[in-house]
């Protein structure tokens, strides 16, 4: 069958259409459209980026600067960034003469190192928080020891007592001694990225400030008392 | 009558037919090509969208980023709060040890008459208290005190550990050992 050209030429127009739009598919709007839905993906990304940093911005302009300064202050007043032996001792030495009880001996065990970042720290197991133990010689009566603990418990740095054992021969004043557990808690390793978000205070945490913010803080704390002490190595590992 | 005959009428009718298949092929491609341009045009404007709305947003990030920085301390004091103030809630909340204060307070209340020779405390509730009584009505008013009513708020078990009379008429020496409540 002998095909007659002049019976193609009206097919000519939609051929060349058809060809056009298959080339400029394949040639320009493949490559294009890959392109374009990376950078969809990139944008939908962008825009969260840019709607979290919108709201940490909007959180971090609403704090006030002065009272979280003062919040904090108070905070590493409790739980001082470092092993704070200097003053852990002028507590315990401010709060017993008060109490009118004799300090006859403390023992500093374990101190390690004075300083590190918080996931360098080597937690006691089951323990919180980090610390170290302060063995505790004390004379005076049921009552001063009694007040003695009450007011360790809520003055600054933060310190709790463990063992009390108290013990009297013939007619002398009782002979106590106590472990006492001082806390510390280092910084974090980091500090806030941009886009790292910023986690609210919770009311249950507003609690514990409330909590700490009663707690008496001593004047002069960081002085290293003259104490009639015992064994007192505040650098052995 | 006269009758004209086309003897060409189907050879015609065929023509128009393929005359008018021809016209729609012809029509059908210059609205697919239309079709196609505004599709092109559609693709290339969400395109020109994407770009210009992708610069919008790295301007705006970065001056975020930068309005951010400049509050650092601000962020810094939040950050550091809430570490202590999470870690505390955490303390607060596991500690689970007796509350000598209350204890010593009861104690020293219970135990007029009684020569207090050891008070031993640890943060589980165990209690070890040894002492010695000049007379027996003291040490059974010292024990009374420790069984009653007030004593079952602090004290889950009570046991008197040992008994003893001092030789040549002196008091007497006892041990009791307790169980705080936790």
Known sequence: MKINLKDLKPFLLPALIIFLILVVTAFVLKPKLEVMVKSHQQLTKDKKILADLTKKLATLEGLAKVEFSEKTDIALAVLPAEKDVPGNLAVIKNVALNNGLIVNDITISEVGEIAAVSDEIKLKKDAILPSFRLNVSLTGSLEMIKNFISQIQSTAPLMEVKNVSLSQKKTESPETKMEIEAYFLPFPKTLGKPEQQLIAITSGEEKIFSRINGFTFLKGQQTLPNLPVGKENLFSP | ?182
């Open chain 2, 1 to 182: 009558m006269r009758q004209e005959i086309d003897f060409l009428k189907g050879a015609r009718g065929e023509r128009e037919k393929r005359l008018k298949f021809l016209r729609l092929v012809k029509t059908f491609s210059l609205l697919l090509l239309l079709a196609y341009c505004l599709i092109v045009a559609a693709f290339f404007s969400y395109g020109f969208y994407l770009t210009t709305a992708s610069k919008q947003i790295a301007r705006e990030t970065t001056l975020k980023k930068n309005k951010i920085e400049a509050l650092k301390e601000v962020e810094t004091l939040q950050i550091v709060l809430k570490q202590r103030l999470s870690n505390l809630l955490k303390f607060f909340d596991s500690q689970k040890t007796s509350d000598f204060p209350a204890l010593l307070d009861y104690f020293s209340k219970t135990t007029q008459g009684i020569n207090v020779k050891e008070l031993s405390l640890s943060p589980d509730g165990k209690i070890k208290f040894s002492g010695e009584a000049a007379e027996m009505t003291a040490l059974g008013q010292s024990l009374e005190n420790l069984t009653n009513e007030e004593a079952s708020q602090f004290f889950s078990s009570i046991v008197l550990s040992s008994l003893d009379k001092k030789e040549g008429g002196g008091g007497y020496l006892f041990t009791i050992l307790l169980e705080a409540k936790v």
